[in-house]
């Protein structure tokens, strides 16, 4: 009998050990390296903000965390690897806007967009309105009244069609009653060299790319949202300017696999608070033209939904395709 009952109690051992989540199983997450999936190239602004916090992060919580670049695709490829992954503690992914407010209206995902776990935000990245210097405009009202005149005149420039430089453009033209013309380039560095180049006169895009060429070839002239930036503070808003609807920037957060522990996300989302509050942690993020910021999950969640409804509406209206 006795037997028996350790036979019994061992099969329950086992059945419950087969069921439990490999992370409920280690009360001391983390005991080994943490991945942290960057959709995005090594060495591009992306990669720089997850770099920024990573060191800091990994001091918190005891371990390393590991940055691994799964670039391609917008980013689809990055954040698909994010989500699919074991839930144990040890993957999470910086998520990019891209593959999860604009892409989903385009093209079928390889990921569920409404099933992605979010688990804080961490950076917002404003976008501004840049010009060429030599086209001579000083201000956001100047160029409009120059495209108004001269309709189909500017060109501007994008990192390809249905990114976020081409959607800030076509906003600021539906809100403004602009015809501008629109050249993709095959990424955001090739767009900034060309307006660098005079190839387009105008650019929009997150401010961490065009920052160092301010005074060098461009003039920045106006932030796409309600709020100056503090690295440049003489530039007005796109609402100070009387255009409230041409708000645009880009979130950045840490996502996680479905069927994460609870705890092992509070812990993350814990450490990852404290890290952004830190003032060298914050003056790096600025320094590279963004504004560091946490959130609550259902917060970043909300956020990502908002923004999706948003372009859904600037790429209809704008007839916008990925040809």
Excluded at 179 to 189: D, F, L, P, T
Aim: charged letters at 15%; a positive charge; zero cysteines.
């Amino acid at each position: 009998m006795m037997q028996r009952r350790l036979f019994a109690a061992s099969l329950l051992a086992a059945a419950l050990g087969a069921f439990a989540s490999p992370a409920l199983a280690q009360p001391n997450w983390p005991n080994r390296p943490v991945r942290l999936i960057v959709p995005y190239p090594a060495g591009g602004p992306v990669d720089q903000l997850a770099r920024t916090i990573a060191p800091k992060l990994g001091e918190k919580l005891g371990q390393p965390i590991v940055i691994d670049n799964r670039a391609g695709a917008s980013g689809t490829i990055g954040i698909d690897a994010a989500v699919k992954a074991e839930p144990d503690g040890y993957t999470f992914g910086f998520g990019a806007p891209g593959g999860i407010t604009v892409l989903p209206h385009l093209r079928k995902m390889p990921y569920a967009v409404e099933g992605i776990h979010y688990v804080s935000l961490v950076a917002r990245v404003p976008q501004v309105i840049a010009v060429n210097q030599k086209l001579g405009i000083d201000t956001l009202p100047e160029l409009i009244a120059l495209a108004k005149k001269e309709p189909g005149r500017i060109n501007y420039g994008s990192a390809g069609n249905a990114t976020t430089p081409h959607l800030g453009a076509e906003l600021l033209a539906q809100e403004a009653g602009l015809k501008m013309m629109h050249v993709a380039y095959k990424g955001a560095a090739p767009a900034v060299t060309a307006l660098l180049a005079g190839e387009v006169q105008v650019l929009t895009a997150d401010l961490s790319g065009l920052l160092p060429f301010q005074g060098r070839g461009i003039r920045i002239i106006a932030v796409s949202g309600p709020q100056r930036i503090e690295v440049l503070p003489g530039v007005p808003t796109t609402t100070e300017l009387g255009l409230p609807a041409v708000h645009v920037e880009s979130n950045y957060g840490i996502i996680e696999p479905a069927g994460m522990p609870p705890a092992i996300s509070r812990k993350l989302r814990e450490a990852l608070v404290a890290v952004l509050e830190m003032p060298a942690v914050k003056a790096q993020i600025a320094a590279q033209g963004a504004l560091a910021m946490s959130s609550t999950p259902e917060e970043y969640r909300k956020l990502m939904q908002q923004e999706s409804a948003k372009w859904a509406g600037v790429l209809k209206k704008g007839n916008i395709t990925l040809e």
